[in-house]
């Protein structure tokens, strides 16, 4: 009897060690799927007042004046361009280290990226690497807060402000983040993703957070083909049908199947961001004595870190293997990896269509190196274990 338990217990320590760790999982409960059930089930399924509690929501919680649900954060970054007349002839300073969806929008408009270099060790670009690319051309900066730390924002405000700049964050990574006790979100202009890797997901989704009344008010009517922004009506849950066309616009509204999600997800955030946290820290432990792996350094300005990533750097040069080995090796030990991000101006196509008039030796020396590991709510304190005893066993194989 007490043979088979044995033998039961080795048999089942030996499957988890095979089943796949993916590199992220979003966190779903049964509450989420009874919410989303519920809508379902009643007749009004796109966008309606679900979108509007979970804006409401997104309000408190960020403390910011407005927001506007999206479908996606690249629709908010494609509305904040657009909003922001940006054309042919402007220029938008963006770090090339971020996901390529900014780009793609900047050079769509017909605008031209310009790429600040970024802090080696925290991934971000400064107002250091950003001054010496303002020109009479640039219109508009998009900092990225990374991995769930915060840009330091101030210094780049300033420049804005200065220079007559528009400042647009990418927040993609950054719900629940905190830069000098202040949630991002609570000033200026913000845009969240809901997308399911990220610390929150509605399946698909973005959210444009601004405290300017005017933008807020024309992102609204942009959302939704250009229609007046007090068009709905409250007695058919739907649009008005006698609303009209401002200006022409676009259809990037958030349904209220994915809205309702967004709401429960939200009730939830700091929880699951607190067990990230726990899972990041335990990474940081247990890698302190791990040879050739740098993490990244957290800023001092970071009152409050959401951890939505945990990247990591191999020191390729000493650890005798390239990243993108030492990413497939630990797939066949079963780990799933992630690659926040390869630089956008070293892709094809910005490779064959820009100048390559930029210094970026910290984000080509991090777009060499970067790693991102397994990190999500739902992982037990032994997946972690489990990934720095991998990485171990990949490294000791190929150091010389
Ligand atoms: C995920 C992400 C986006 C895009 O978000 P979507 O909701 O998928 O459009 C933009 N910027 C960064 C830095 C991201 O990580």
Redesign the pocket.
């Known amino acids: 009897m007490l043979h088979d338990l044995v033998a039961n217990v080795k048999d089942q320590q030996s499957l988890m060690k095979n089943i796949f760790l993916p590199f992220s999982r979003p966190s779903i409960s049964e509450t989420d799927i009874a919410a989303v059930a519920e809508i379902l089930r009643s007749g009004w399924i796109t966008t309606g007042t679900k979108c509007t509690e979970f804006e409401q929501n997104i309000c408190e919680y960020t403390s910011s004046r407005h927001a506007i649900a999206l479908s996606?954060?690249?629709?908010?970054?494609h509305l904040a361009l657009y909003a922001s007349g940006i054309g042919p002839g402007d220029e938008v300073i963006t770090p090339s280290m971020?996901?390529v969806?900014?780009i793609n929008l900047i050079t769509a408009c017909g605008a031209t990226p310009v790429f600040a270099d970024i802090d080696r060790d925290s991934l971000m670009i400064t107002a250091d690497t950003i001054t010496p690319l303002i020109s009479r051309q640039t219109r508009l900066i998009i900092p990225?807060?990374?991995a769930g730390a915060a840009v330091e924002l101030e210094p780049i405000q300033d420049l804005a402000r200065e220079n007559n700049i528009i400042l647009i964050e990418?927040a993609?990574?950054a719900i629940g983040t905190e830069y000098r006790n202040k949630r991002v979100g609570a000033n200026g202009s913000a845009?969240f993703?809901?997308?399911p890797?990220?610390n929150i997901t509605t399946g698909?989704?973005?959210m444009f957070c601004t405290d300017d009344q005017t933008l807020a008010d024309r992102i609204r009517r942009l959302r939704f083909h250009g229609l007046g922004v007090d068009a709905y009506d409250r007695q058919t849950h739907g649009r008005a049908p006698q609303a009209e066309v401002q200006e022409p616009g676009f259809k990037y509204n958030l349904p209220d199947m994915n809205a309702v999600l967004g709401i429960g997800q939200l009730q939830r955030l700091d929880e699951l961001n607190k067990r990230r946290a726990t899972l990041a820290q335990l990474y940081l432990q247990q890698l302190a004595s791990v040879e050739h792996i740098i993490p990244l350094i957290q800023p001092e300005s970071t009152t409050h870190h959401a951890w939505?990533l945990f990247i990591i750097r191999l020191d390729i040069d000493r650890a005798g293997i390239s990243r993108d080995t030492f990413m497939s090796e630990l797939k066949s030990k079963g780990i799933g990896t992630g690659l926040?991000?390869r630089a956008v101006h070293k892709q094809k196509y910005y490779k064959e269509h820009l100048q390559s008039k930029y210094e970026l030796p910290n984000t080509e020396w991090n777009s060499e190196r970067i790693c991102s590991l397994p990190l999500f709510p739902d992982m037990r304190d032994e997946d972690v274990t489990r990934v720095v005893d991998a990485i171990k066993s990949v490294l000791r194989s190929t150091t010389k």
């Open positions: 996606s954060a690249t629709a908010g970054m971020t996901w969806s900014t990225v807060h990374y990418d993609a990574h845009i993703s809901f997308h890797i990220k698909e989704g973005g939505h926040h991000f």
